[in-house]
C-alpha cells in the first residue's frame, strides 16, 4: 500500500528533525523494526507501507499573506496527501494551536506530534495529550526529536491511515453568526471531484478572499469572485466586522481553550534559560561584538585550523596522483599521450578541491551547531537594524547565510530562500546581493591565494574577506533599493525566536558529513563535467606546425646532450636507444616524485621493479651510473622546460586562452594576464572551475606526476607562488575580484525564477561583473602607483568600505511608506 503523508508546522517547530526520525533517512539503519528507507528525500516503507512525506514550508498560518503560505496550500490541494502530519512546538503550545484547527478545517485527516516535550517539560509545561486527542478528536503524539522519543508512536499511526481514514469524520468549526454565510457558499460553488479536501474549507477559504482559493473555484465557477462579495458585504454590513478578523479572534479564542483545557504551567513568570542568555546576546551593546567573535571563531577554527589539517590529507591525494600516473600510458620524452594528458587535468582539479575537505566539514559542523542552538534567528533580529537602514530585512539574514555570509554556502539555495521575505523591495535587493557572498566554490580559491601570497597573514586576510563582503552587499543594496528598486513595496519585520537547544553531536556529525558528501558529488559530477569541456577548449586548436616543430629540436638538443654525456659510459648500451632513454626517465622521475610525495619502501619497489635500472636512480658508489644519473638529471629537467613551455604555448593559442587574451587589455589595469581570465571564464559555470583551472594551468613538467622537479610534489598554492609571477598585490585584486564577480549559471537560473524576468536575470550577471572589473581595476592601479603591499591594500579598502557604511548609517533616511491614493 501506498499512502501520501503531508508535514506541516510553523516555522522552528522541528518538522526537518522528525522527518528524519521517522523515516530513517539520515540514518544508517532505521532504530525501527519494519522500516526501509529509498535515500531519494521524501520515500520510505514502514513494513508493507510504501510512504511519500511532503515537508510543506513553514508558516504560521494558511492564508496567503506570504509566499510560503501559498506554496504549502497549493501542496495540499495540488498533492492530495492520506494525512497530515501537524508538528507542534510544545513549549509554545498555544501559538502553535492557531495553524492547528486551520489545518484539521482542511477535510484531511490530521495527526498533532508535540515535539519539543523535553524542552516543555524543562520550562515546567505538562501537556495532557490524551485531553488534548479527546476534545480535537484526532491523534495526540508527544515526542522529542532531539531524543528520538515518539518515533515508534509515530510509525504506529502511519501504518493505521488506511483504518484513520475510515473512521474519519470532517471536523467543524461553529462560528455562530458567520454559519449561514458559509453554507450558501458551499451551496453555491462547484467543486472538482479530484479535490479530496473538503468543501466547507474552500468555502471558508473563499470568504477569507484567499486568492489562491478563489482562482482554482474560478474553474468552474467563473461568477465566484461575485458571490464571495455578496457574501462578504452581507456579513460586513449585519454585524460590522471582517470575516478575515472574525475568523482569526474565533481561531485564537478555541487555541486557549484547548490551552487552558490541557495545559498546566508550573513556573509561569519566571524567566527561561533562554531569556537570561538572550539578555546577554540580543543586549542592544553586546549582540554585535558576539556576532562578531561568533565569525571570527568560526572562520579560525574552520579556514586556519582546517587549512592546517590538510597537510595532512594532501600526502593522500599526492599518493592517488602518482598512482593514476602509474597506470597512464607512458610519455614518450616530451611526447604526452592525449589520453595520459586528460586524465591528470580531471586528477589536478579534482585533487585541487578535495584536498579542502576538512576545512568543509569543520565549517558545516559550526553552522550546524549555530542552527541547532538557535543562534540563526538571533541573527537576522541582530541584524535587521543594520539592514533596514541599507534597503534590506531581517529575513534577508537566512538567504545571506545560506549564500555564504559565514562562507561555504552556495548562491542557488541562498536565492531560493528570498521567497519567504515580504517585503517585495528588501526581497529583490536580497536576490541580487546574495551572489556576492563567499559561497562554497570561492572557498577554495581564497584558500588557493592566501596559502600562496598571505600564508603568515591568512587570519587578517579571512577576516577582511568574511566582512568586506557583507560591507559591499550592504553598499550594493543601498545602492540598488535607492534607485532601480526604489519604486517596490516594503514590509514589516516580524520573526519568531526559538528557545535555545543543545546540538547533538550525532546530528552534528550527520548533517556536516552530508553537506560534505554533496560537495564531494558536485566536484565529482559538475565540475568534472567542466573540467572536460575547458580540457577540450584549452586543447584546440593546438600548436601551430612551427611551434610543434620548434619543440621537435629541442627534444631532439636535449637527447644528444645527453646522449653525448653519457656515450663513453660502460652501461651506454642501457640507454643507447630512444625507446631505453624514455623508459629510464619515466622511471627516474616517477621514483622522484614517490620518494618526495613520502610513499613508503620507494626504493625496495622500484629495485624489484627493474633493478638494471634502479643503479641508475640511486648510483651510490658507482662512478659509472653516477655519469648516467647527472645525465638524466639534465635530461629530466629539460624535458619539465620542454612541457612547461609547450603547454603554456598550447594553452595560450586554445580557444579559451584566446578568449583570456582578448580581455587582457582591459583585465591589465587590475593587474590580471590572460590565465586569471582563463579562470575566471571558467568559473562562470561553476566556481570550483577557478581553482581547478589554475591548479592544472601552474602544475608544471609532466602532468603526469612523473616530474624531476623539485616542486612536483608541492600544492597547488606553492606551486602558483612559485610559477605564476604574481605579487600579493595581485592577489589581493583577484580577490577582490572574486569577490563581486559575477553568479554562476546555476544562480542565475534560479534569479531568473524567483524574479520572473529575463531583464532582472541579466542585470544580476552583468552589473557585479562590471563593477568587480571597475573596483579591482581602481584598487590595483592606485595601490600600484602608491607602493603599497597586497595586505596594506586590502586594509585600506576594507577600512574605506567600512567608512561608507558607517557614512550611509547616519545619513537621514529618507523613505516614502505609503502607497495607493487617486491615480493621475
Not at 603 to 624: H, S
Not at 776 to 798: H, R, T
Amino acid at each position: 500500500m501506498e499512502i501520501k503523508v503531508a508535514l506541516a508546522g510553523q516555522p522552528n517547530c522541528g518538522k526537518s528533525t522528525i522527518f528524519n526520525m521517522i523515516s530513517g533517512i539520515h540514518q544508517h539503519i532505521a532504530n525501527y523494526p519494519g522500516v526501509t528507507v529509498d535515500k531519494k528525500s521524501g520515500f520510505f516503507s514502514v513494513g508493507d507501507i510504501d510512504i511519500e512525506m511532503i515537508d510543506l514550508p513553514g508558516t504560521y498560518s494558511f492564508s496567503s499573506y506570504s509566499l510560503e503560505e501559498k506554496v504549502a496550500k497549493e501542496a495540499i490541494i495540488n498533492e492530495n496527501p492520506d494525512l497530515i502530519l501537524n508538528i507542534v512546538d510544545a513549549s509554545n503550545l498555544k501559538r502553535n494551536l492557531y495553524l492547528t484547527f486551520q489545518l484539521l478545517e482542511i477535510g484531511v485527516p490530521v495527526v498533532i506530534i508535540l515535539n519539543m516535550c523535553d524542552v516543555a517539560r524543562r520550562r515546567g509545561i505538562t501537556i495532557d495529550s490524551e485531553k488534548m486527542s479527546e476534545i480535537l478528536r484526532c491523534p495526540v503524539i508527544c515526542a522529542s526529536a532531539a531524543k528520538n522519543e515518539g518515533k515508534a508512536e509515530i510509525l504506529d499511526i502511519l501504518k493505521k491511515t488506511d483504518e484513520i481514514k475510515k473512521n474519519y469524520e470532517e471536523f467543524k468549526i461553529n462560528y455562530d453568526e458567520l454559519e449561514i454565510y458559509i453554507s450558501e457558499i458551499e451551496k453555491t460553488i462547484k467543486v472538482n471531484d479530484e479535490l479530496s479536501i473538503g468543501k466547507r474549507w474552500l468555502a471558508l477559504k473563499a470568504l477569507e478572499k484567499d486568492q489562491t482559493i478563489i482562482n482554482l473555484l474560478k474553474a468552474d465557477n467563473e461568477n465566484i469572485d461575485e458571490v464571495v462579495s455578496a457574501q462578504t458585504d452581507k456579513f460586513h454590513d449585519t454585524f460590522d466586522r471582517d470575516v478575515e478578523s472574525f475568523l482569526a479572534s474565533f481561531r485564537y479564542e478555541n487555541a486557549d481553550v484547548i490551552f487552558h483545557k490541557c495545559v498546566q504551567e508550573t513556573r509561569r513568570g519566571e524567566l527561561t534559560f533562554t531569556d537570561k542568555i538572550d539578555k546577554f546576546v540580543l543586549n542592544r551593546w553586546l549582540s554585535f561584538p558576539i556576532l562578531l567573535a561568533v565569525i571570527v571563531i568560526i572562520y579560525q577554527s574552520s579556514i586556519v585550523f582546517g587549512y592546517k589539517l590538510t597537510n595532512y590529507t594532501w600526502p593522500v591525494f599526492a599518493a592517488i596522483k602518482n598512482f593514476i600516473s602509474d597506470i597512464t600510458p607512458a610519455a614518450d620524452i616530451s611526447q604526452i599521450p592525449m589520453i595520459t594528458d586528460m586524465a591528470m587535468w580531471l586528477t589536478n582539479s579534482t585533487i585541487a578541491l578535495l584536498n579542502y575537505l576538512p576545512i568543509f566539514f569543520i565549517l558545516f559542523a559550526m553552522i550546524a551547531i549555530l542552527e541547532d542552538v538557535g543562534y540563526m534567528p538571533r541573527m537576522a533580529f541582530v541584524l535587521d537594524k543594520l539592514f533596514r537602514k541599507f534597503g534590506l530585512h531581517g529575513q534577508s539574514t537566512l538567504p545571506l547565510v545560506l549564500g555564504g555570509a559565514f562562507v561555504g554556502g552556495c548562491a542557488v539555495p541562498g536565492v531560493m530562500s528570498t521567497k519567504g521575505i515580504s517585503d517585495d523591495r528588501a526581497r529583490m535587493a536580497t536576490i541580487l546581493t546574495v551572489p556576492l557572498m563567499n559561497c562554497l566554490a570561492k572557498v577554495p580559491f581564497y584558500t588557493l591565494l592566501l596559502g600562496a601570497f598571505f600564508p603568515k597573514d591568512m587570519s587578517i586576510m579571512l577576516f577582511y574577506i568574511s566582512t568586506v563582503t557583507v560591507l559591499a552587499a550592504l553598499i550594493i543594496a543601498k545602492f540598488l533599493t535607492s534607485t532601480v528598486l526604489k519604486s517596490r513595496e516594503t514590509a514589516p519585520f516580524v520573526m519568531e525566536l526559538p528557545p535555545y537547544h543543545m546540538p547533538t553531536f550525532k546530528g552534528v556529525i550527520i548533517r556536516s558529513f552530508e553537506r560534505v558528501w554533496i560537495y564531494i558529488k558536485k566536484v565529482c559530477t559538475i565540475v568534472i563535467a567542466v573540467a572536460v569541456i575547458l580540457f577540450a577548449l584549452l586543447q584546440f586548436p593546438g600548436l601551430s606546425t612551427e611551434k610543434q616543430e620548434y619543440y621537435n629540436q629541442e627534444e631532439t638538443k636535449a637527447l644528444a646532450k645527453f646522449d653525448r654525456a653519457v656515450k663513453k659510459s660502460t652501461y651506454y648500451d642501457k640507454v643507447d636507444t630512444r625507446e631505453e632513454v624514455a623508459e629510464l626517465l619515466n622511471l627516474y622521475d616517477g621514483y622522484r616524485a614517490k620518494k618526495m610525495g613520502g610513499s613508503k619502501d620507494v626504493d625496495e619497489k622500484y629495485q624489484a621493479k627493474n633493478p638494471d635500472m634502479y643503479k641508475f636512480l640511486v648510483p651510490k658508489a658507482d662512478t659509472e651510473a653516477k655519469k648516467i644519473n647527472s645525465a638524466l638529471r639534465k635530461l629530466s629537467t629539460d624535458r619539465n622546460r620542454i612541457l612547461r613551455e609547450q603547454k603554456n604555448d598550447k594553452i595560450e593559442s586554445s580557444l579559451l586562452g584566446m578568449a583570456g587574451r582578448a580581455l587582457e587589455p582591459i583585465s591589465q589595469f587590475a593587474g590580471f594576464d590572460w590565465k586569471i581570465n582563463v579562470a575566471f571564464l571558467s568559473s562562470f559555470a561553476a566556481r570550483e572551475s577557478a581553482v581547478a583551472t589554475l591548479g592544472s594551468i601552474y602544475e608544471s613538467g609532466k602532468e603526469s606526476g612523473e616530474a624531476a622537479n623539485a616542486d612536483e610534489n608541492l600544492r597547488p598554492e606553492e606551486r602558483m607562488a612559485k610559477n605564476s609571477g604574481y605579487t600579493p598585490l595581485h592577489a589581493a585584486s583577484i580577490i577582490i575580484f572574486m569577490l563581486l564577480t559575477p553568479p554562476c549559471i546555476a544562480t542565475m537560473i534560479v534569479v531568473k525564477m524567483q524574479t520572473n524576468s529575463w531583464v532582472w536575470m541579466c542585470f544580476g550577471m552583468f552589473f557585479p561583473f562590471v563593477l568587480a572589473l571597475i573596483v579591482s581595476s581602481i584598487f590595483f592601479s592606485i595601490s600600484l602607483a602608491a607602493g603599497i603591499s597586497g595586505l596594506s591594500a586590502m586594509s585600506w579598502y576594507y577600512f574605506i568600505l567600512l567608512a561608507i557604511v558607517v557614512i550611509l548609517w547616519f545619513v537621514p533616511e529618507k523613505r516614502i511608506n505609503w502607497s495607493g491614493g487617486i491615480k493621475k
